[in-house]
C-alpha cells in the first residue's frame, strides 16, 4: 500500500513539475512579445549599394570583401564591422537573452544597420532532444539585416 501512495506522489510530482515549466515558458514567451514590441526587430538608417556581381543567382554576398558574421571577428571587408551583443535577462532553465546585432561604418562609427531580438530557450521536462526556443521579431518573413543594408538597388 505504501509503495503505491510513493508511486501516486511521484506521478503527481511529475504533473506539477510539467504544467509549472509550461507555466514559466509561456510567461517568458510572453516577456520575449512584450520586449520585442518595445524595442525589437530590424532598423535601417543607411544602406550601401553593391554591384550587381556582388550577388550569386541567389542574392548571397560572394565578395570576401562584404562577408563577415559577429562571430568571425565581425568584419565585412575593410570598411565596415558587425557586432554582436547578447545579454542574459533571465539565467537558468528556461532563459531569457536580448541579442543586439549592429553593422558600423568603420571610417565614421556610423550604425548603418541594427537587429535586436529576444528569445528564450528551454524551460522544457529533462529530455535527451534540444530545448524548446522561442524569439522575436519572425526573421524568416523579411530579408535579414545584411540584405537590407548591403543591397544592389534593384526591386526585390
Known amino acids: 500500500m505504501e509503495d503505491r501512495i510513493m508511486k501516486t506522489q511521484h506521478i503527481l510530482i511529475l504533473i506539477a513539475m510539467f504544467f509549472l515549466s509550461a507555466c514559466e515558458k509561456a510567461r517568458l514567451d510572453q516577456e520575449v512579445d512584450r520586449l520585442c514590441r518595445i524595442d525589437g526587430g530590424i532598423r535601417v538608417y543607411e544602406t550601401v549599394k553593391l554591384a550587381k556581381e556582388d550577388y550569386d543567382e541567389k542574392r548571397r554576398l560572394v565578395f570576401p570583401q562584404y562577408l563577415g558574421l559577429p562571430d ?85
Open 72 to 156: 568571425d571577428k565581425g568584419r565585412f571587408g575593410d570598411k565596415y564591422i558587425s557586432t554582436m551583443e547578447t545579454k542574459t535577462i533571465k539565467s537558468g532553465d528556461p532563459d531569457l537573452r536580448r541579442t543586439h546585432i549592429r553593422i558600423v561604418r568603420i571610417a565614421d562609427g556610423k550604425t548603418l544597420g541594427e537587429l535586436v531580438a529576444y528569445s528564450r530557450r528551454g524551460g522544457d521536462i529533462p529530455s535527451p532532444f534540444h530545448p524548446s526556443y522561442y524569439s522575436c521579431p519572425d526573421l524568416s518573413q523579411q530579408p535579414d539585416l545584411i540584405h537590407q543594408v548591403f543591397n544592389t538597388g534593384e526591386a526585390k
